[in-house]
């Protein structure tokens, strides 16, 4: 029972890199998410998609893109990696019209030096 | 926007009750939930209250709603070591007015419990 599913776990990148972090998920949901993560900021959301097809930002979509490759699959990608982009990346997804419960990977722990 | 706040740090010695505060300011919201986050792990769904709730219980945990005041408290009963982690109020997300906008997360609050 897989759920969902991110990698690579552990990534080191030197500014000015790119490096795109991959999730999916077998659960058939709908909406997909990644946040950040931050000590003592708590989790904030990057992007989102509300279905196959669409992406959204959220609240600090700066210096990231997403793609929702098809239902299962949706990546997130640095394009040039800035030291404050140092964090824990979580990917996320769940089904509308439940609870609106979120399913979340183990993470991708990400240092730009 | 909107916001979630909660304490940073609780510290509980082992058999007490622990309670997390948190205060929310979107009143429109349909659920609110409790999420635990252990150490290098992802989050997980705790528990969750329908806002037509004041009061949910299952087993060692009681979550209590109070709408007017926009507060949402999770006590824990008869706290174990495992359940030092990190403990997030969360509510759904208004990004974009409606939909599956995600949840917002208060800061969280670490749980740490004294023998």
């Known amino acids: 029972n897989a759920g969902v599913t991110q990698t690579p776990k552990f990534q080191v990148l030197k500014t000015g890199q790119s490096m795109t972090l991959q999730c999916a998920q077998d659960?058939?949901?709908?909406?997909m998410y990644w946040y950040r993560q931050d000590p003592g900021m708590g989790l904030r959301l990057i992007y989102y998609s509300a279905s196959e097809g669409t992406t959204d930002k959220g609240e600090v979509p700066n210096g990231y893109n997403v793609s929702r490759l098809n239902k299962r699959e949706f990546s997130l990608r640095l394009e040039s990696a800035a030291p404050s982009q140092t964090s824990v990346y979580f990917c996320?997804?769940?089904?509308?019209?439940?609870?609106?419960?979120?399913?979340f990977g183990e993470g991708s722990r990400l240092t730009v030096l | 926007g909107e916001d979630v706040e909660q304490s940073l740090f609780l510290s509980v010695r082992e058999g007490d009750s622990s309670v997390i505060n948190c205060t929310y300011t979107d009143s429109s919201s349909t659920y609110l939930y409790w999420y635990k986050q252990e150490p290098g792990a992802g989050l997980q769904l705790l528990t969750y209250?329908?806002?037509?709730?004041d009061m949910k219980q299952d087993q060692r945990l009681t979550v209590l709603l109070n709408k007017k005041d926009k507060h949402l408290s999770l006590r824990i009963a008869d706290t174990q070591t495992g359940d030092s982690a990190i403990y997030f109020c969360?509510?759904?997300?208004?990004?974009?007015?409606?939909?599956?906008?995600?949840?917002?997360f208060g800061k969280g609050t670490h749980l740490i419990i004294q023998p």
């Open positions: 996320a997804s769940s089904e509308t019209g439940t609870t609106g419960e979120l399913f």
């Open positions: 209250i329908f806002s037509n709730m």
């Open positions: 659960m058939n949901h709908n909406s």
């Open positions: 969360a509510d759904p997300g208004t990004y974009s007015g409606g939909g599956a906008d995600g949840l917002t």
